[in-house]
């Protein structure tokens, strides 16, 4: 519970937030050790017990209670962060974000970098292809974001089929049940339009259609994969068309330049919201301009069921630890997770506190006015505080519009997270706790509209930081966290090509000013040679990605089900 007081106590104003229940990352490996053995030793319902308490590891029998004190002093403009009353810790935080020398809102070079999707001219055209009688049925799976990626590959597997594709149908019975059909969605006439010289788009499939063949593609299938698996099926007897289910991640990273460039033209030009989403998106965008010239706009991952799938732990004692394990029984197939390990090889979200930390780190002042996206956040206010404590200036669709504008979207998911997928999109900085699919797009799209600023914490490295914080003076824990964070800010050429999804990186679609203007910045693509090694430890973005069954961000609502 937050607490707003305001207080004289000599030259100090208490303006902030008192967050009790702020527990250390502090862990005691001793005290583990010697329960575990004990436990192990004793068998039947005990085993319950022990999951839970492997679960719950750190053990939580002397957490230091971090009383977080936000102060405004008036002779140093900050704000103090009393980490723990008992040794009577300070960090200081201060209001302003100090001057860095770097460019807050722009990325630098960005201007050499433009977007490129259109097709060579070797590329053939939807009229020198499509067979008749091959049509493609597609129905995507998951959130909005994720159908995203289903629709873009979608086009792109019709293509190397040279078959018609039906309009794909939106996932109506995810976790998020949104009614809603492509239609209401995306602006369809602009939709098959756009790309009636790649592929030949219908509404409906004909009724004269013979026999419709159900099945799925194999994950990350490549053009070869899907003339080999799914071409086969048309040339059965009386089959006119196929539908591939769950279509989301089934078609390969790597693929020709080309094809690359198709999905970019799909997905940053041919997709777009209906004009009602438009409109209200850009009504959004317009009133936080209107506040301040620069904004930042957060999306935030942090509802209680995401956290206990991901098997962190925040601090909160029993009580979280309680509330998250009850939680996680829901997957009986998830595997107990040790949360320091998790935290350690950065799969746990920031918290808000720690973007909040992250963000004046970065140089963002408590002038800053951002715009957050997010679902329910877990502890709600409590959670929220310290990060409204350093940015007081907090906006959400909900605040900066009236119910009465929002009631046409607000009882459908999917049109709710379009309205925050916009000003995400137009922000001056997007920045995200999570690595989760609307994260990926939007990066990837901010990457082809001119390298805008896109901060992904760099968590693995940022962990250290955030556990040490109060060792040390907030210069230094300022300059550790910019350095911790180059390579993470969506400026051009930070990620290696090959690495990473292209829907987050799509590479084959930026060009740059200063070479040729026909050519990619990605020549290993140019002969479909993209490195072929796609893990690496450095590099958190892939780790979540490249395990098909196991998307932390992506699915763990899907499994629910
Ligand atoms: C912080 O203190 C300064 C100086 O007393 C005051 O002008 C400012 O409004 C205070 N800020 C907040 C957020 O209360
Ligand atoms: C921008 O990039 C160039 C070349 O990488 C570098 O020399 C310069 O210092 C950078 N500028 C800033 C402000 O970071
Ligand atoms: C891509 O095609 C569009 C429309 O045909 C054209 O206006 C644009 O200049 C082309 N862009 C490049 C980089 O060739
Ligand atoms: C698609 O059509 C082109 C042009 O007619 C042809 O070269 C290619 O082999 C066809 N591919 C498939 C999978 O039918
Ligand atoms: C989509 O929904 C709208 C409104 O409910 C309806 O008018 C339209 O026919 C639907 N389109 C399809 C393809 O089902
Ligand atoms: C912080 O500093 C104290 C005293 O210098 C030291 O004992 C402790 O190990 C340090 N903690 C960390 C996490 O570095
Ligand atoms: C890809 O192109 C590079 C440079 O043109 C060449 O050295 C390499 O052998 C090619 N790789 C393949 C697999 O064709």
């Not at 977007?115 to 009688?133: D, Q, V, Y």
């Not at 957060?298 to 956290?307: T, Y």
């Not at 070479?515 to 893990?535: A, G, P």
Request: proline fraction near 4%; hydrophobic fraction near 35%.
């Amino acid at each position: 519970m937050s607490i707003m007081k305001k207080k004289k106590n000599r030259d100090y104003e208490l303006i902030g937030v008192q967050i009790l229940q702020c527990f250390k990352f502090r862990h005691h490996h001793q005290r583990r050790r010697r329960l575990l053995p004990l436990l192990s030793a004793v068998s039947g319902c005990l085993l319950l017990l022990f999951a839970v308490m492997s679960f719950l590891s750190p053990p939580i029998a002397t957490p230091h209670r971090r009383h977080l004190t936000l102060i405004n002093t008036s002779i140093t403009k900050g704000i103090e962060v009393h980490m723990n009353v008992d040794q009577e810790k300070v960090f200081r935080v201060p209001m302003s974000g100090g001057r860095l020398g770097r460019e807050l809102w722009s990325s630098n070079q960005s201007n050499f970098f433009y977007g490129c999707s259109n097709a060579s001219h070797g590329f053939s055209t939807a009229e020198m292809n499509t067979e008749p009688n091959r049509y493609l049925l597609i129905a995507t799976s998951g959130g909005l974001n994720q159908q995203r990626t289903g629709i873009t590959d979608a086009v792109v597997a019709a293509y190397i089929l040279n078959a018609t594709l039906v309009v794909p149908k939106l996932d109506q019975k995810s976790f998020w049940k949104d009614a809603s059909n492509f239609s209401e969605i995306f602006d369809v006439e602009w939709f098959i339009k756009y790309l009636s010289k790649d592929v030949k788009i219908i509404k409906q499939l004909p009724e004269e259609v013979g026999k419709i063949i159900t099945t799925r593609a194999p994950r990350k299938c490549n053009e070869k994969c899907y003339q080999t698996r799914i071409l086969p099926i048309f040339s059965k007897k009386r089959v006119q068309a196929v539908q591939l289910t769950k279509f989301d991640y089934r078609l390969s990273n790597r693929l020709d330049i080309d094809l690359q460039k198709l999905r970019c033209r799909v997905n940053y030009h041919a997709l777009r919201f209906t004009d009602p989403i438009l409109e209200m998106g850009h009504k959004l965008v317009q009133r936080m301009r209107a506040k301040s010239k620069h904004f930042i706009a957060l999306h935030l991952r942090f509802e209680s069921d995401m956290l206990a799938f991901s098997g962190c732990y925040y601090g909160g004692g029993a009580k979280e630890i309680k509330q998250l394990s009850a939680i996680r029984k829901r997957w009986k197939t998830l595997h107990t997770k040790n949360p320091e390990k998790e935290r350690r090889h950065g799969k746990c979200p920031l918290s808000p506190e720690e973007v909040g930390l992250m963000l004046r780190g970065l140089g963002y002042g408590n002038e800053v006015h951002i715009y957050v996206a997010s679902g329910q956040v877990y502890n709600g206010e409590e959670t929220l505080a310290p990060l409204k404590a350093l940015f007081p200036n907090f906006h959400t669709k909900e605040t900066i519009a009236t119910k009465e504008e929002l009631a046409q979207f607000s009882s459908y998911s999917a049109r709710m997270a379009a309205l925050d997928f916009i000003v995400c999109d137009q922000s001056d900085v997007f920045v995200t706790n999570n690595n989760g699919n609307m994260a990926k797009i939007l990066a990837g799209r901010r990457r082809y509209f001119g390298h805008k600023p896109t901060i992904r914490p760099n968590a693995k490295k940022l962990y250290g930081l955030f556990l040490n914080r109060d060792n040390m003076t907030w210069e230094e824990f300022g300059s550790r966290v910019r350095t911790s964070q180059i390579g993470f800010m969506g400026d051009p050429n930070e990620v290696k090509p090959g690495r990473g999804e292209f829907h987050e990186n799509p590479i084959s679609c930026i060009c740059n000013n200063e070479e040729d203007k026909s050519s990619s910045t990605d020549n290993d693509n140019n002969n479909n040679s993209e490195l072929e090694v796609f893990s690496d430890d450095d590099e958190q973005e892939t780790e979540y990605a490249e395990d098909d069954d196991n998307y932390v961000w992506n699915q763990w609502r899907e499994e629910k089900i």
